[in-house]
């Protein structure tokens, strides 16, 4: 309680509100002035720009949260590499995700050569509590050189389609870089996808898959667990 109590200190609105608003702004597609907007017509009156500036603290805090309580990934991961354009800059984004979809990281680069890609699975290696069984990735010869080097005794599948999981991982990631229209800098870019990436693990409950009741009852245990996070 302490704790919770000095993250929120100083802050006008109760922590309920800053909770509420930063869900929103990660788990659906809402820009500030929308989540403004949400709030109004509940009698809220909270800026555009208090809002923006509660995302950016507090949502690296849940994500911190959420990555330390994560329960942990697979044995096969799937990489793949976008361009994205930040300020008429070429960047490069790369993203792993296990076998379930669940975002096991990304990271945005300048480059992707060898050296690119060695930093990144690095990255991602240190997130995953065993050694990977198995790499999927498409032909860049960058992911060849990283896997030689840093698990040689995984294995590497390059052939065709098998990396459509991780091309197709990046579509929500899309989705919001179009409704922010374009990540304004590196930094924001980086700050917004790692919270992005950890909301969505937690509500991702592959819905199409399962009956509405389990849905339901998983529902209900993901929002349970936001709740712990966010108080903790």
């Not at 017509?41 to 720009?49: F, K, P």
């Not at 950890?198 to 998983?218: E, K």
């Amino acid at each position: 309680m302490k704790n919770t109590t000095a993250l929120y200190k100083r802050y006008r609105f109760p922590a309920e509100i800053i909770q509420y608003t930063v869900w929103l702004y990660h788990r659906f597609n809402l820009s500030h002035r929308d989540i403004e907007d949400l709030l109004a017509e509940r009698g809220v009156i909270v800026t555009h720009e208090s809002i923006r500036l509660w995302c950016n603290k507090f949502g690296t805090v849940y994500a911190r949260q959420l990555k330390n309580r994560h329960q942990g990934y697979g044995d096969t991961f799937f990489l793949d590499e976008v361009f994205v354009k930040i300020r008429g800059k070429q960047m490069y984004l790369w993203r792993a995700v296990d076998q379930d979809g669940e975002v096991v990281d990304i990271l945005l680069q300048a480059r992707r050569d060898g050296k690119a890609a060695k930093r990144f699975f690095k990255r991602f290696l240190k997130k995953c509590r065993n050694e990977p069984r198995k790499i999927v990735t498409d032909k860049l010869k960058s992911y060849g050189v990283a896997q030689r080097e840093l698990v040689p005794d995984a294995i590497h599948d390059t052939s065709q389609y098998a990396n459509n999981r991780a091309e197709l991982s990046h579509q929500p990631t899309r989705v919001r870089e179009r409704g922010m229209r374009r990540f304004k800098s590196i930094d924001q870019a980086q700050r917004f996808l790692d919270v992005h990436a950890a909301v969505y693990n937690l509500f991702n409950l592959a819905r199409h898959l399962i009956s509405a009741d389990n849905y339901r009852n998983l529902r209900q245990g993901a929002f349970a667990s936001w709740k712990r996070v966010v108080a903790a």
